[in-house]
């Protein structure tokens, strides 16, 4: 490897030791970021085992296990509708600091309820705090992201999500032991990597993008020379300033018709990456497993769970690697293709007497395998760039919405699902919409890799 390739924004004036001091500020201010999705991922699954001793202990039928299983998501789409708005006006900081806030909160609440209304608003506030990170903290990597690891950096994002999951799925195998009142524990564990984040996020400075669009273009260079040098800063400054002065950002831009498209595609993507039914497994694994999957003791299904977030991460690992050698449309494609594949192997593994259960964890394990380099990743990467920078908020909140939206709305009926046509039809349908996801990547999603945000904006036309 030559030292332009290692280095690819080295000049005549930067020296290799400072081009890796600069990679490293940007690689250390990307991982702060990602905390927020440790969170996420943290507080979304950690349902996943919590569900089975708040059913016994609050007395839940299925429709209200399913109503305590969303009403973290129904305050996600909230958060996400208003966080747009909110990091265009105060900045990415602040509001990713507000998040934090609500995170550690929203913890210890969810701990303390005694009875489904008091847990659903505790819920709801946590999701508040995940809607919000989850538009902001993407954002925020892309912007201070060089275009030449900018899918690296958004792609720890989804790794720290993907690891909080891990994390839930070992903390409730710990914590399975401790008896009715578990589910509390595990709740509450989330309190300390939230103030964690809240304490990391004082040290890291707002998003040149956004101070250069509110006219504090010292502040913006200083940060833009940090993590690229002053030659390459003042390069990408100038281009920053053109793509702005051709914004106005406001809402009645996002209808503009050289915007329809970035965020139709954006959105359908997000809702893609849901119904495609991912959350079926996350939030539901160790019900699945104990009811439908052959594992009968709750023990078994917990450690398989266990297994399965160790998957996820371990791909999405992989995943890293990938984004910005290959690109976002090939991995999506063969990530879909997999996914497609493993649920047409699911349904007909639950259709057989007994249920083979080392079949169904193998195929689950490649569908969330699948899903961890393709989806998972690709679509936080695709909507954190695809904007222009001055409506970045505000279209990233349509698209994330859209994403809750669609989250909320499998996770609600995937009980009812099952019981409408059993655990063979559910996952034939999930194969179905793959099938769909496929051929819309093919046709509608461009290739974004190692362009820089503002190229991207203005590939969609109409300047």
Known sequence: MT??????????????QQAAAQTAYVYGLACVAALAGLLFGFDTAVINGAIVFLKQQLRLTDAQTETAATSLLIGCMAGAAIAGFLADRFGRRRILLQSAVLFCVSSVWTALPNSLGQFVLARFVAGLAIGVASVVAPMYIAEIAPPHIRGILVTLYQMAIVTGILASYFINWLLAG????????????????????????????????????????GGALAVLTRVSGPAEAEKQAEEIRSSLAEETGSWRELLEPRLRRPIAVAALLAVFSQITGINTVIYYGTLLLKEHGGFGKSSDAFGANVLIGFVNFAVTI??????????????????????????????????????????VLTLLLIYVGCFAFSLGPGTW????EIFPTAVRGRAMSIATLSLWLACAFVTWTFLSLIGWFGATGA????????????????????????RTLEQIGRSWGGH
């Open 3 to 16: 030292i332009d390739q290692e280095f690819p924004g080295l000049t005549a004036t930067t020296t290799p």
């Open 178 to 217: 401790l008896g009715p009142n578990s589910w509390r524990w595990m709740f509450a564990t989330a309190a300390a990597p939230s103030l964690a984040f809240f304490i990391a996020l004082l040290f890291i400075p707002e998003s040149p993008r956004w101070l250069f669009r509110w006219n504090r273009a």
């Open 318 to 359: 992989a995943a890293i690697g990938l984004i910005d050698k290959i690109g976002r449309k090939p991995l999506l494609l063969c990530g879909v293709a997999g996914m497609t594949c493993a649920l047409l192997g699911l349904s007909s593994a639950f259709s057989a007497s007994p249920v083979p259960a080392a079949r």
């Open 381 to 384: 990467v695709y909507i954190s």
């Open 427 to 450: 996952f034939r349908i999930f194969a179905g919409i793959c099938v769909v996801t496929f051929l819309f990547i093919f046709l509608a999603l461009p290739e974004t890799k190692g």
